[in-house]
């Protein structure tokens, strides 16, 4: 297990107004030291709905583990309702000293109520972050008013990190994209806004919210991002190679990378990352037994996920999972057709039985 000391990030001036967009007076939180849980150059994993639950969270930390985690999305709303299943959303495990919840929610005043809520959890129910959802473009969050559509109303999304940060002690983060409505100029402005309002750090996927994953992603403008920002920035999207971390962090600008899909794939990534960009002799190769990594994920999402969504969250994983294999297509449509958890681990060892030149990697 990794532990790091945190790490004081002092914050420069900020301005009251840019450009014609008002940016909120100092706080009092703008006053004092923000803490950075994580040091220059962290790697962290990205938050992915139907994923990043604390099965596929413990998988990734049993391997080889991230700096810091990012929860799927929550509703902030379901979780002050008692929602079904709430508490498995909001899990911290296995290291809620280095995990954020991330909240998706319709009103500040809702986001500030849920954060108050989660301030007051027992510790190992508590996690160290709050990270606010404004970078989910699927039509139904968007048609309520969350996620992306932040990204076209600055002054709600101002309002919604203000709440949070008077109301949440830890961390605080916000996860971006691109504005199709406001543009580049207008997201490094909302950018600044939410900066100012209180964030800790700023993860940006640097796509338009229109783009999904379509496209490349343009690092370009994170790194203009960590330029303009008084806050350490985070770049996430199509991030897998030592190369790419290497050539993202060489500016010194950018202060630490967020990896998503490809964490599913290789779910020891962050391993081999740590030690590719570390300044340790290379070691030998370890080879990874793709069977038995994939039988393991299955028994932690049995014993740790609500039993409706253990199925569909193998099958997600294994989506992206089943490219460590020469035959991708078959076993990818072999496990996301199988009508049980006892049916998927049927088909990989049946796979690897047929293939056994594919075991390890």
Known sequence: MREHAPKLYIPLPRKTSTRGLALPQASRWSTFRTMVFFPRGALLLAPMVGITNRAFRTLVHELGDADWYTTEMASAEAF???????????????????????????????LAAACRALSKMPDVQRPAGIDINMGCAAPHIKASGRGAALLDDPARAREMVAAARENWPGALSAKIRLS????????????????????????????????????????GFALLLAQELSIPVIANGDISTAEECRSLLAS?????????????????????????????????????????????????????????????????????????????????????????????????????NEVPQDRYR
């Open 80 to 110: 002050l309702a008692g929602g079904r299943n709430e508490s498995a959303y909001l899990d911290p495990a296995p290291c809620p000293a280095r995990t954020s919840v991330q909240f998706a929610a319709r009103t500040p005043e809702a």
């Open 180 to 219: 199709a409505v406001q543009g580049e100029e207008g997201t490094v402005l909302l950018a600044k806004a939410l900066a100012a309002a209180g964030l800790d750090f700023l993860v940006v996927h640097a796509r338009f919210d229109t783009q999904k994953f379509r496209r490349k992603v343009d690092h």
């Open 252 to 352: 010194g600008k950018m202060h630490s990378l967020m990896i998503g899909r490809a964490a599913v794939r290789e779910p020891w990534l962050f391993r081999r990352l740590h030690a590719e960009l570390s300044d340790v002799p290379e070691r030998p190769h370890e080879p990874q037994d793709i069977l038995a990594i994939g039988l393991r994920y299955i028994d932690l999402a049995q014993a740790m996920l609500p039993p409706e969504w253990q199925k569909e969250t193998c099958r997600r994983v294994f989506w992206y999972y089943a490219d460590n294999v020469s035959f991708a297509h078959h076993l990818r449509f072999s496990l996301v057709n199988a009508p049980t958890l006892e049916a998927m681990k049927a088909s990989l060892t049946q796979y690897f």
